[in-house]
C-alpha cells in the first residue's frame, strides 16, 4: 500500500524559511515523478513544483526563486524548501505521486 508523510510545516514569520519533506512508503520511489501542491481556504489546489526521475524541476510563478524541490531516493524523500516565505504563501501543502497519490497535508502559515 502506497503511503505518502509530509512534516515540517509550521506557523513562521513573513520572510522566513521552512522545509517539508515527504517520505513514501513505495517500491521503486525512484521511478516516479513527485510534486508539491498547497491549497489556501476559499481556492483550488495548486502545483507548487514538481521533480523528474531525473531530477528536472518545474516551479509556479509565484515560487519561482523562492522554492526548491528536491529528492532524495536512498531515503525515498522529497524536499520542499521554502524561503522569503509570504502571507500568500500560507496553505495547506500536499505531496503527489502519480496515479492520484497524496499525502494528507501539512499546513503552513506565514503570519507575524
Known amino acids: 500500500q502506497v503511503q505518502l508523510v509530509e512534516s515540517g510545516g509550521g506557523l513562521v514569520q513573513p520572510g522566513g524559511s521552512l522545509r517539508l519533506s515527504c517520505v513514501v512508503s513505495?517500491?521503486?520511489?525512484?521511478?516516479?515523478?513527485m510534486a508539491w501542491y498547497r491549497q489556501a481556504p476559499g481556492n483550488e489546489r495548486e502545483l507548487v513544483a514538481r521533480?523528474?526521475?531525473?531530477?528536472?524541476?518545474t516551479y509556479a510563478d509565484s515560487v519561482k526563486g523562492r522554492f526548491t524541490i528536491s529528492r532524495d531516493n536512498a531515503k525515498n524523500t522529497v524536499y520542499l524548501q521554502m524561503n522569503s516565505l509570504k502571507s500568500e504563501d500560507t496553505a495547506v501543502y500536499y505531496c503527489?505521486?502519480?496515479?492520484?497519490?497524496w499525502g494528507q497535508g501539512t499546513q503552513v502559515t506565514v503570519s507575524s
Open positions: 503527489w505521486m502519480p496515479n492520484n497519490y
Open positions: 513505495v517500491v521503486g520511489f525512484r521511478l516516479y515523478d
Open positions: 521533480i523528474s526521475t531525473y531530477g528536472v524541476t
